[in-house]
């Protein structure tokens, strides 16, 4: 016996009584909250109704959104449950089901045009509105990051619950796309609004970083911390952000110190978490720091979640940590299994994989391997469209980095220098970039 409901934003809910809605509406604000009682929220969704489709839905979406190839076949569990209703649900509903259906088959895109395809009928759904801005970030689709906040933007009103949030929501994407001046004015609004949303203080941290204001970014990342160190694990995501810039100053103990006590977590297989300690670890070794053992510790991690291709972004991350842990061997078999998905595979990750992803891992292995030619001759031609991995601008850069320091040491100093020219002529107080100038000056004798 199913009764009618609704969310927080007056958009009608199937659910068996009106505590399943609270329960819901509690776990939505929770989820835009990085709230770490988000998934003990959705369970009390369940102890009320068992049955409700939209809390299968959202239950569905977590279980993607953890980036965890053994928690995808709960995801599509998650999706049949919330089929087995579909008779009874809203058209609204319908479409959220059809959209994790595609996201369940790895078609990421199919999966956001259904998310988008919400927000045409319904601009306050603000879940639809979350995945559809997670699922274009992970396409590397910058413009739709931004754009699908700014088609509906204008049909709410402030006073709609989670508006700050879509303010935030809008500054990461106007900063993925390089309008930093009003990225930085909408993430500074929303922070205004909630100094809680660790979003968009993550958005202006990108535009610090992007425009390579380090001790500025580093004021406001900390300036900021008592309101966002209560989130879940996307803490830890402006923690790398922050030791990014400390070592942009070369302030590489601060760095270490913030890997060990406020970055790395045993506990955490996380791809994001994983992802942002290889990264940190990858950036440090490029700059001549010794790691010590960081690299074994994490390895197991790594080992655990490198089964499945969950996303190309991720799996570049785990080809270098493997190289760098468990050496050619481990990482060839990684390789390799990225050479199957891309033959074989179907789906958004497997395209991407036969696009870019396969030539980036083999050029991180030759990097690793001190091949350093051979990094570049893989990743020079594919440089292009590494945006098609998903990620951020910073996220990538470290790709970047890697092909300049290679052509650096390989001795192309043609290409060494045309990046360079490239990079700062977009950041030219970026200190990576100018030290990175002085050694091919130093090399080549000017
Ligand atoms: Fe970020």
Known sequence: MTTMQTDAWGYELTAANAQAAAAYRDTMQAYLAFGRDTGARLKAVFGADPAMPMASVLRGCFFNLMGT???????????AAACRHASECTDRERLHIEALGAWCSGELERAADGWETVLLAYPHDMLALKLAAYLHFYLGDAASVRDCVARVLPQWEPSLPGYGYLLGMHAFGLEECGDYVQAERQ?????????????????????????????????????????????????YHLVWHRAL????????????????????????????????????????????????????????????????RVLAFVDAHYVLATMAAEGACAAAYLVEDLERCGQQGQGTTARVTREVGLALAEAIVAYRRGDHAACVDRLWPIRRRLFRLGGSHAQRDLFMQMLIDAAIRAGREAVACALLAERLALRPANRWGLEALDVLGAGSGR
């Open 187 to 235: 993430g500074r609004r929303a922070v205004e609004m909630n100094p809680g949303d660790a979003w968009a203080v993550h958005a202006v941290a990108h535009v610090m970083e992007m425009q390579d204001r380090r001790e500025e970014g580093i004021a406001w990342i900390t300036g900021l911390q008592p309101h966002w160190e209560a989130c879940n694990n996307f803490r």
């Open 245 to 308: 810039m400390h070592l942009a100053l070369g302030q590489h103990d601060e760095v270490l110190r913030l890997y060990d006590e406020s970055l790395f977590d045993p506990q955490s297989e996380e791809y994001l978490d994983l992802c942002n300690d290889i990264s940190l670890l990858a950036r440090l070794e490029m700059a001549g720091v010794d790691v010590g053992e960081r690299w074994q510790v994490l390895s197991p991690k790594v080992a655990h979640q490198r089964s499945g």
């Open 69 to 79: 190839p053994a928690l995808l076949p709960k995801a599509s569990e998650s999706h």
